[in-house]
């Protein structure tokens, strides 16, 4: 893994600083439990209790967090947890509905969107993603793509939750998502 943090900026530095009275790196099959929380919250502020997540995703190996993990990790810990769902990954250069190639039209995002609507129990809280799908190929969105998740959730009901773990220094200073930045 790759770990661009920056030029000693003091708000990197101080981050790191404290990140170092825990663990400094894990490796990514190792217990890490920081987005168990985001879906817990998620669970108990929507009093639901099903998932989204992208294929080619990776969140973790706690028990939540594993159960929306769809490059790998699933395998040999038996049932994960109900309501789990998939949606597929904006992959143009592999498109996985077999749709368009370079760019994505986001057509993926529809089709995945229809299929958790025959799917769910009524009970959909949220939706987890990387905003650059790190395991699962380093695959980038089109422009306007997470504008399209926010719309698709917003409609659902759901929390949409933003799992930046390996991506977020790598985007540079605003990050990933300036488009839904507060604005003054």
């Not at 009093?47 to 993990?69: D, I, L, R």
């Not at 368009?100 to 993603?129: E, H, K």
């Amino acid at each position: 893994m790759c770990a661009t943090v920056g030029h000693n900026h003091p708000r990197i530095v101080q981050a790191i600083a404290e990140a170092c009275e825990g663990a400094l790196h894990l490796f990514s099959g190792m217990l890490s439990p920081l987005n168990e929380p985001a879906l817990k919250l998620a669970k108990l502020y929507t009093g639901k209790f099903e998932v989204v997540g992208f294929t080619g995703a990776w969140h973790g190996m706690t028990s939540g967090a594993q159960s929306v993990n769809y490059f790998a990790g699933r395998k040999g810990y038996g049932p994960m947890m109900p309501g789990s769902l998939a949606i597929p990954a904006p992959n143009a250069y592999r498109c996985p509905v077999r749709h368009c190639r370079d760019p994505c039209d986001g057509t993926c995002l529809d089709v995945g969107f229809d299929a958790v609507d025959a799917q769910p129990t009524g009970s959909l809280a949220a939706l987890i993603a990387e905003p650059v799908e790190s395991a699962g190929g380093v695959i980038v969105p089109p422009e306007g793509y997470w504008q399209q998740v926010k719309q698709h959730c917003r409609a659902r009901g759901m929390l949409l939750i933003f799992d930046e773990a390996q991506t977020v220094f790598r985007l540079g200073r605003e990050f990933c998502l300036p488009a839904f930045r507060r604005r003054a």
